[in-house]
């Protein structure tokens, strides 16, 4: 038999048939597809979370960027600002006397330029939405420094005059009251309010985080004090005496009552007083006499301490009340003294035994 007769002969085995077009997969292909779709889905979730995620972290990353970024600026506004406080009160304290009033003048008129300009830099800065009141308040601030600061300018001329000084004296006490306020106001208001959104956002604050910067215009509570404002400038100041002849009639005042925070201190049982912030002592007193009285001094005085402080009311009216606030030129030490509260005597009084009042007070 040949090769090719043996290549001829017909095959034994059947030909295996493919499966009719019926569109179906078999069922191990089926499943893998299966699978690989729900791989795929949870694939297309785990970004989708990452986005969010994503985004979110960039959110609070801005977010807290931002808060940093405006604790920064109010940093640097109010370190400029309490700079402007010490060159101001330097030039008040070398005040010179009448022959350098309109140079004097003109030098506090430059502090207040410079304090204006941190004025409109704070209006200009960027603020977060959770320091909104935060930076209503530090506007206000430096808007009580400025506007003291002109005031003051303006009074520097009459009040190193060597006649009817008291009056503007008086008034330079009286804005400076303006600066103490405004160091209350961004102390209490505005830093506490910065740290409260730096807390809030997990941004760390002290030592080891944010630096918030205390801020102080007013170097010395003395300052709310027309004597010490006189004694400053080199003024001549009367408070309570008058020149000429008394007038007819009875002249004097009766201390009525004295008050710290709201309570009336007593003087048959100890009164506890917190020491610190700086306690500011509320005297009313009336106008006993028959004549209106100018520039009635008021003391308060710690007994053994050396801590006290004094104001002067420009005028009462005879036969009527008022009240004056007088703050102590420093917080007093812890422990048990006596508060002593005086209103001076004024020319014509005769009857002195009520103008003096003192109070066991317990500082803590």
């Not at 690989?36 to 969010?52: C, D, E, S």
């Not at 204006?116 to 200009?124: A, E, G, N, P, V």
């Not at 977060?128 to 935060?134: H, L």
């Not at 008291?166 to 309010?193: C, E, G, K, P, W």
Request: net charge neutral; hydrophobic share 35%.
């Amino acid at each position: 038999m040949s090769f090719f007769d043996e290549a001829d002969e017909p095959r034994t085995e059947p030909r295996t048939r493919r499966p009719s077009g019926t569109g179906r997969r078999p069922p191990n292909q089926q499943q893998s597809i299966q699978a690989r779709r729900a791989v795929a889905g949870v694939a297309i979730v785990i970004i989708l979370i990452l986005i969010v995620l994503g985004v979110h972290g960039c959110q609070v990353s801005a977010r807290n960027s931002s808060l940093k970024d405006y604790n920064n600026n109010v940093a640097s506004i109010i370190a400029s600002s309490d700079n402007t406080g010490q060159q101001f009160f330097n030039l008040l304290s070398g005040a010179g006397g009448a022959s350098n009033a309109q140079n004097l003048t003109n030098q506090l008129n430059q502090t207040r330029v410079a304090a204006d300009s941190q004025l409109k830099h704070t209006q200009s800065i960027d603020v977060p939405s959770e320091v909104q009141n935060a930076q209503s308040n530090l506007l206000l601030t430096l808007t009580m420094r400025r506007d003291g600061i002109a005031n003051i300018a303006q009074l520097i001329q009459p009040a190193l005059s060597n006649t009817n000084n008291q009056s503007a004296i008086n008034q330079i006490a009286a804005n400076n009251a303006r600066f103490y306020a405004s160091d209350v106001l961004y102390t209490d208001y505005t830093a506490t309010a910065i740290a409260a959104a730096l807390h809030a956002a997990g941004v760390p604050v002290g030592p080891n985080g944010e630096t918030i910067p205390s801020g102080q215009f007013l170097p010395d509570l003395g300052w709310l004090s027309p004597d010490f404002v006189a004694t400053k400038l080199g003024a001549s100041s009367s408070p309570s005496t008058s020149s000429g002849p008394v007038a007819p009639g009875t002249h004097g005042h009766s201390l009525d009552s004295v008050s710290v925070g709201g309570t009336t201190l007593q003087s048959g049982s100890t009164n506890t007083i917190p020491r610190t912030p700086t306690p500011s002592f509320t005297v009313n007193l009336t106008n006993s006499g028959q004549n209106n009285e100018k520039n009635v001094t008021i003391k308060v005085a710690v007994s053994g301490t050396g801590v006290s402080g004094q104001t002067v009311v420009p005028q009462t009216t005879a036969g009527q009340s008022t009240s004056a606030t007088v703050p102590l030129n420093q917080s007093p030490p812890a422990g048990n003294y006596t508060v002593t509260v005086t209103v001076n005597p004024v020319p014509g009084e005769k009857n002195t035994a009520n103008n003096t009042q003192s109070f066991p007070v317990t500082f803590q």
